[in-house]
């Protein structure tokens, strides 16, 4: 092999180290695929961190979806003006195969919440309600907003959810169930006064 070949095979053996590493910025001994750390010389008070790509929710949408990497990351300046959107407000947002969508990085948001108001049918033997598409149908077509909102509550897909009824009249209701859907099914007791207003409490459970 003359010197030449020897060259070429060297810069390959280079290259495939190099792509196989792992990534440092500021730090020579990286602990992960890519590890940002601060400059030595850092001063308090000067700007630092990361700072993800940022578009309008009408770019996000726009993004071609074909090979998207699952966990892509990117930062929205705006809600989507279009009429089917994923992006329905400012923040962090995610692309997650299992919904085939972007999805909102809720960070901060709590880990559950209770259902909104949904009437129940006392004047049959035996009932069912979908929680589930009243919450997303309630969420994301509020009746009233405050000044400047964006019209539109963040949803979670129904698999995202877990489903609890924390409290009943036992004296009006039997056979509550609940599927993983969110579709609540129940039975009047013969017994039951239904003359008389009922509730039940429905808690949402974020997985």
């Keep these: 092999m003359n010197k030449k070949k020897i060259f070429c095979v060297g810069l390959v053996f280079l290259f495939l180290q190099s792509y196989k590493a792992q990534i440092g910025i500021n730090t020579e001994s990286p602990q992960a695929t890519l590890d940002i750390d601060l400059p030595s010389n850092y001063a308090s008070g000067t700007k630092a961190g990361v700072a993800i790509p940022r578009l309008t929710g009408d770019q996000i949408e726009a993004i071609s979806i074909s090979g998207i990497k699952i966990g892509t990351l990117i930062y929205s300046t705006s809600a ?16 997650k195969n299992t919904t085939d969508k972007w999805e909102p990085l809720l960070i901060n948001a709590p880990r559950f919440f209770y259902s909104p108001s949904i009437p129940i049918n006392t004047s049959v033997s035996a009932g069912s309600i979908n929680l589930y598409t009243n919450y997303k149908n309630q969420f994301t077509s509020p009746m009233a907003s405050s000044t400047g909102a964006l019209g539109a509550i963040q949803t979670f897909a129904a698999n995202e959810l877990e489903y609890y009824v924390t409290w009943y009249d036992n004296t009006i209701f039997n056979n509550v169930a609940i599927d993983a859907n969110g579709v609540l099914t129940y039975n009047i007791l013969s017994t039951a006064d239904t003359s008389k207003p009922t509730y039940m409490n429905v808690v949402f459970v974020v997985k």
């Design 80 to 95: 989507s003006t279009a009429t089917t959107k994923d992006i329905t407000s400012v923040g962090y947002w995610f692309w």
